[in-house]
């Protein structure tokens, strides 16, 4: 990004080739460390304050230094030495004292030169996969565009919906409150316009759970928090929730009428996510979208009697299913080859395996 700095910042955090730079700091341990190699600079490149600098000493290969800052020995260090509660953070003691493994220079140039080569073919395997996603995702949205967004005879979206409950909001601990399980906008899977396990818990009065509650057929949409890359609208099927789960204050729980059939509504939804025809309705503040409901839910819809709506949902399900399955063996083809990748990082760093040897056996 742009900013500003000193002559001296520019002179002390001003990068140079065959740096490596690495996050010393964030909100979730297990991002501390994570490095990149610097191949291109210029007189005015420097380095954030989130990052710090590892620059090779002589007799260090660059590239070698940084293969060597994410193997599993030197990530474990990192993350086992961040502080912090909210926010955790490295101090230079602690990068310091990162157990890099050492070799001769010469050793070192053949497992960057390995490296270099062999992540490089397993990371071209991975984007073909995410591209396979990506396209299947069109197909996803072509479906349920085609399918559920046609008919003659149009309704506002709001006759569908009996009541829009907004989510929990943070509250003062009291002597009635219970443990309740809370579904965020990160538990929304966008393929699938489906909710994914709801591992967060919070304490809520049992007053706010009596109107919160989630129950089976309730459609939630998430309101709040998205970005121009995942914008809000998204909405996921409530099927079999546990007892005393809500929403979170970012997402909306919709119930639908008494005729309307909540998985029917769900996919109406995803249709319309799809089509991008809640984007008129958003708005963008210090960087977080917020969907107007009120406007939104008067976007006009087919018109189906209940007996249509679920045999609609049932062939549009039904339809997904094959393409939901072949983006979830896709995901844990592209999971494989990055546990694949992180084992060789560290097994060629670390002399487990000799580089002049080693064959080619790349998972798929």
Sequence with gaps: ???????????????????????????????????????????????????????PSPGTHPRYLTWA?????????????????????????????????WHDELEQRRIADFLDDRVARIDQIITARRAQIWSLDDAARATLA???????EQVPLRHLILDERLGLWGSEVGEDDVDVYVARVADFERAEFRLGDVPTVRSAAAAQIATRALR????????????????????????????????????SRLRPVADADGRYLSLLLGALYATGQQRP????????????????????IPIRCPAEQVSLAQK??????????????????AALLEEYKHSLITAAVTGEIDVTTAGSGIPG
Excluded: W
Aim: with cysteine; glycine share 8%.
């Design 1 to 55: 990004m742009r900013a500003t700095a000193t002559s001296d910042e520019i002179d002390r955090f001003r990068l140079q080739i065959g740096d490596s730079v690495l996050t010393k700091d964030s909100e979730d341990p297990n991002d501390i460390g994570i490095s990149a190699h610097v191949a291109d600079t210029a007189s005015d490149f420097v380095c954030g304050y989130h990052l710090a600098i590892a620059r």
């Design 69 to 101: 800052l994410r193997s599993r020995p030197v990530l474990d260090h990192f993350s086992n030495h961040a502080s912090g509660i909210s926010r955790y953070g490295l101090t230079t003691a602690g990068l310091r004292a990162a157990p890099v493994p």
């Design 146 to 152: 085609e399918r559920m967004l046609l008919g003659e």
């Design 216 to 251: 089976h057929g309730d459609v939630l949409l998430e309101r709040s928090g998205g970005t121009n890359i995942n914008p809000v609208g998204c909405p996921a099927f409530v099927e079999d929730p546990a007892p005393n789960t809500v929403s979170s204050n970012f997402v």
């Design 281 to 300: 309705h958003a708005n963008q503040t210090t960087g977080i979208q917020n969907l107007d409901t009120t406007s939104y839910l008067h976007v006009r």
């Design 316 to 333: 549009v399900d039904n339809a997904l299913s094959g393409i939901r399955g072949q983006q979830r063996h896709l995901r844990e083809s």
